[in-house]
């Protein structure tokens, strides 16, 4: 388990030292890679304003959920919501309450590849589904130069490098191309375990690094992982639209839950079948999964501490880091399931 305060060594020893204070000591969580560098940015903060340590174990959408309901840790971080088998399970490791989810990490997933002088490639989800099923081979193929006229696209084997762990960003990516591109998306193939072609690497660092170090290869990938990479851009209906903060953000705008409970589960069907000129609604919601209720008085007072700062405060800094602040209205709503936990 990786202690995420960015202080000193030192600082965290003194930090953890055995304080009875509930609001102090050490937090545990587990799970999605997507989300690490905006949680180290809110581990940083809840050191220094708050004297908790947050423990936070980056190893993957999947094996996040399974700690969490193995009582493993506190919380699991996830890229998707828990299944009805796992909604089910979590039954029994919150002693009776349901887990609620709270979309608290955003980023634009990121279509990265490498293709020297080739920048601003555009494509449609229909060829991104082609691409990543073995459809489309090669980088030259005309339907790919019909979408990039006065390109020179190279005569070179399209090489796709994909999440060879349970992740929820894979399981995003084939939601969204089952979503948008039916017809060519194999199956309809979603889950966590990657159903296209290509060869695997192990979390966003890995697909990211194969990619840079790989001439013609192209990934997906969370925006914050891909700040150094070539992007596509992609076309939505309305035009190609780059992955920007102000196209991330206003796809945003837009989103909205299953319902209305304070079990904040995004609709992901409604949002990434948006078409709205210069929106870029391909987003990642990342959820902190936990107990609704039955926390010892400890792990309760630590975790909302948490969930509040990264609200409040955290926001200040993801920017920095490729993620999307939140709009204060989705604030005010993801505050209330915090406020509504544990009573």
Known sequence: MTLLALGTASAVLTACGGNPDNTRGILTGEGATSQQNAVNLFADVLIREHGINLAYNATGSGAGVQKFLEN???????????????????????????????????????????????DGLALTPDALALIFNGGITSWNDPRLQKLNPGKSLPDEHISVIFRSDKSGTTDNVQKFLSYTAPKNWKSHATGKVWQGVGNGAQGSAGVAGDVMGNKYSITYVEGGYAAKMQKARLDFGSGPVAMTD????????????????????????HLYTLNKPGAYPFLLTTYEIFCSAGYSPADRDRLQTFLRSALTEGQKVVSTHGYIPLPPSYQKKLMATVEAANK
């Open 246 to 269: 102000q196209s991330a953000g206003r796809a945003l705008d837009h989103i909205r839950f299953r319902d209305k409970s304070f079990d904040r589960v995004v609709d992901t069907k």
């Open 72 to 118: 493993v840790v506190v919380f699991g971080g996830s890229d998707s919501p828990l299944d009805a088998e796992e909604a089910q399970r979590s039954l029994q490791r919150c002693n009776g309450h349901p887990a609620w989810h709270l979309p608290l990490v955003i980023s634009p997933v990121a279509i990265a590849y490498n293709l020297p002088g080739i």
